[in-house]
Structures are given as C-alpha cells and as structure tokens.
C-alpha cells in the first residue's frame, strides 16, 4: 500500500522529467509504481533508513544510501518528501546541492500532520522560495526553487554529557532521535542500566550512541554492538565511539541486525513511531525478535512513555517481566526467560 505521500507524486508524475532521484521516500511500493506508470525514467533513490532501502532495491532503480552520497550525475527532477526533523531538510538539501543544476526541476511533498504545511516560511530560512502546487489526500506537492549552492553543509554536532557516573562526548546529526541532546527517557534508562561486565551487548536503535557507549565505559570487556534503521545514526554513533576511544560493530539493520546470532543483553529506547504515526507493530516485532536471539540467561531492557501498552507485550514473549524505574513519564522494563 502506497503512503498519502507517495500517491501525491504518482498524482504528478508529469512533473517529472528525464533522471530523477527520489529523496528520502516512505517504505512502500513509490519505486514499482514509478516504474510501471512511467518507464521512460531513469529512477535513483537517496535514502538513509534502511527499510526504505530494501523497498528501492529495485532492478532499474540507482540506490544511495550513504549519508554524503557520491553522486556521478546531476538530475533533472527532484522529489523530497519532508522530513519529520526540519533540521534534516537542510542537511538533506546540503548534500544533494551537486547534483542540482540550474535546470534541475525540484520537489517536496508530505503529510500535513508532518509539519509540510510551514514549508514555505522554512524554505524562506534557507534562502529558497517554495509554491504550493497541488494538495490532496491531506498532504501538499510544492516546487522548491533557488539558489541551492549557497546551502552550507551542516556538521555534526556535539556536546557533553554527565550520566550514570560518566562524563561522555555526544555526536549528533540532523534526523537522529533528540538531535543534539540527552532525552528524559534515555537518561532514567542510563541509571538503571543492567549489571553485566561481559558478553555481548547490543544497544538497539542506538541513535547518537550514548547507551552503548555508558555501557562500554562502565565495563570496557563486553561486546558492544550498535545498531539502528537509520544511517545517520550509525554515523553518529561511530563518531560518539571514537570521541570517546570506545570501540564497537556499528550496524545499519531493519530490525535486531543478522550477527551476531545471540546476544546476552539486548537495552534500548525503541522507536514506537512510523514516520508520525504511532505504531507498536515496531516494537512488538523487536521484543519477539528480542526473546529468540537471546542466551538462555539474557535480558532485554527498555524504556518506553508510561501511556504505552508494552507490559502485555513484553509478557508475551518472555517468562519473568519487571518494572525497574518510573519517572517523568517513563517506565524501564526487564524482561528475562527465566523461571
């Protein structure tokens, strides 16, 4: 099923042109129904989140999924659709600044409840000027137009943080969960980490690091392992990890990563969203996945909002379920297979 978003570029397909490069899209089918609808195209894709990756591995279809990507080729078209970070945008736009021309034809789209709606006032911030050109399915189709080469990169920012006893430098970029700051949640989770010295460790949805990176200070013989759906995130975790002369296997994964096969502690602040909707489909598949890649005698814990329904969840797939800590709104949870 295609997103509201993506029905708006099939919606005005006839503004594309020639080559174009689709930036950041949802994970649907967008790449097939381009390819069927309008087969003169020549179809890339630049996306930094995993799941989308494997919806554009299509024959046919170019993928960059670097976060500065090496593009060879300017396009004729193209189409963004807006990010939920506003911040991302001009990251996004910086990087793409090559491989648009003076003749490049440029797009952005999304959801009204997205926040769309201030694209003009923010494109104004930036230097550019954006006109709405259509609006169905509750979501807007505008031109973005001007000069583009006065963008200026966006560098990764960091800041320092006292948590769980530790003094750590943080790196952050656009996009990644709470850009540039230690959220409420994450930090109740840091001081009530488990007590584990060895084994391996992956911190899941790893974001800027910080948890897996608290985690291999404390106790520096675990293997650490770091994984997230978006690779900016992966990219700020590697550079949180070297700050700090940390090391760990940095992965870019939909879901808990392929390897290692078993883990003897699973932490993490889950993500429960699915671009702006709620979505505990997210999170249920990542506690079932959680329980079988286990040891026999691991822990999985999280934090999550206390409005959340994930004690039945958890108690779904793991024998003993606890509660750790509550404040300001969190809850951290212990799951375990033990009797």
């Given at each position: ?78 189409v ?5 970070s ?24 999304g ?28 979501c ?17 920012l960091?800041?320092t ?87 760990a ?91």
């Amino acid at each position: 099923m295609l997103a509201t978003a993506s029905q708006l570029v099939l919606r005005n397909i006839k503004d594309l042109r020639s080559k174009v490069l689709i930036v950041e899209p949802m994970a649907d089918s967008l790449a097939a129904e381009i390819l069927h609808v309008a087969p003169e195209l020549t179809l890339s894709c630049y996306s930094t989140d995993a799941a989308v990756a494997a919806c554009w591995s299509h024959l046919g279809v170019t993928l960059h999924t670097e976060v500065s990507p090496n593009f060879t080729t300017a396009f004729d078209t193209v189409v963004i659709f807006y990010p939920k970070s506003k911040e991302q945008l001009a990251f996004t736009l910086a990087q793409l600044k090559s491989v648009i021309s003076s003749s490049t034809d440029v797009f952005v789209t999304g959801d009204n409840k997205g926040g769309i709606k201030s694209l003009s006032s923010h494109a104004q911030k930036l230097g550019l000027n954006a006109n709405k050109l259509d609006n169905a399915k509750h979501c807007l189709w505008f031109s973005l137009h001007g000069d583009f080469q006065q963008l200026t990169a966006t560098k990764a920012l960091s800041f320092t943080i006292n948590a769980a006893g530790e003094t750590l430098t943080l790196y952050s970029l656009p996009g990644v969960f709470n850009h540039g700051k230690l959220d409420v949640g994450t930090a109740l989770l840091l001081d009530n980490l488990p007590n584990i010295t060895e084994g391996k460790v992956l911190d899941f949805a790893c974001g800027c690091g910080v948890i897996g990176a608290v985690l291999k200070r404390k106790h520096p013989k675990i293997e650490l392992f770091s994984s997230d759906i978006s690779s900016l995130a992966v990219s700020a975790t590697q550079m949180t990890l070297a700050a700090n002369n940390l090391s760990a296997q940095v992965i870019a994964a939909d879901g808990l990563p392929d390897n290692p096969k078993q883990f003897d502690c699973i932490i993490s602040n889950p993500p429960f969203h699915t671009g702006i909707k709620t979505d505990y489909s997210i999170v249920e598949t990542f506690i079932a996945q959680s329980a079988v890649r286990l040891s026999n005698n691991g822990s999985l814990t999280i934090v999550a909002n206390s409005h959340l329904a994930y004690m039945e969840l958890l108690q779904q797939s793991f024998k003993q379920v606890s509660i750790k800590a509550k404040a300001n709104g969190f809850i951290i949870y212990r799951a375990s297979q033990k009797n």
